[in-house]
């Protein structure tokens, strides 16, 4: 019954390699977005997405590439990864007005 | 644009004692206010929420009163359990469709036996 569930949870690679996250939620909602929180636990919004349309793309490296292919998914395809990528990225989703939204588990992305 | 404060932590309590995270807030129009809590290793969870001025959101002892005067949505707790031992967020959210949350920097808790 997980509403909000990410993979993969831990994910080591080397710099310069592609790689992907995948997010799925069985809420219903229409709404739904990518977080990077970094080691100090900083969260910041990368992306969103409203009935698989981007509604929101903050400043964020063009090697980030988010895809939705429904509304209950939203993967993250980043390129050419960099030391600096290494965070943990939070899916999350939402579908009220008053914006509640409901988090993933993360994924722990290292680059080495 | 948006942004919220919150204290820097880590706070150390002893189990038993009295909470307060303050968490102040700027914003244009009528955001709604949220304190969401991460605890170790996992993700985060919305802990209670206030969507109007005067509004206290509470859950699991935790209280926050929406007060537009001073822009503060202070957490409060009467007394902490090393349970409670996680990192706190305080959150806005816009009133526009498409708005999203703006977080403060976090609050880490610790509480003792």
């Known amino acids: 019954d997980t509403a909000v569930s990410q993979t993969p949870k831990y994910l080591v690679t080397q710099m310069g390699n592609d790689k992907s996250i995948k997010c799925e939620q069985n809420?219903?909602?229409?709404?739904m977005y990518w977080y990077k929180q970094d080691s100090k636990k900083f969260l910041k919004i990368m992306f969103s997405y409203n009935n698989k349309e981007l509604i929101i793309n903050e400043t964020v490296p063009n090697r980030f590439s988010p895809k939705s292919p429904d509304k209950a998914h939203l993967n993250l395809h980043i390129n050419s990864l960099e030391l600096g990528d290494s965070a943990v990225y939070f899916c999350?989703?939402?579908?009220?007005?008053?914006?509640?939204?409901?988090f993933g588990p993360g994924t722990r992305l290292t680059v080495l | 644009g948006n942004s919220v404060t919150q204290m820097e932590g880590p706070v150390t309590l002893s189990e038993e004692a009295f909470l307060t995270i303050n968490c102040t807030y700027t914003a244009t129009g009528y955001p709604s206010l949220f304190w969401y809590v991460q605890y170790p290793g996992e993700g985060l969870q919305l802990l209670l929420k206030a969507t109007k001025a005067d509004d206290k959101g509470s859950n699991k002892g935790f209280e926050a009163t929406y007060r537009k005067e001073t822009t503060s949505f202070h957490l409060e707790k009467g007394s902490v359990q090393v349970s409670d031992s996680a990192v706190y967020f305080c959150a806005l959210s816009g009133n526009s469709g498409y708005s999203t949350l703006t977080f403060g920097k976090g609050t880490m808790l610790l509480v003792s036996p």
């Open positions: 809420l219903g909602h229409d709404t």
């Open positions: 999350a989703s939402s579908q009220n007005r008053d914006n509640e939204q409901f």
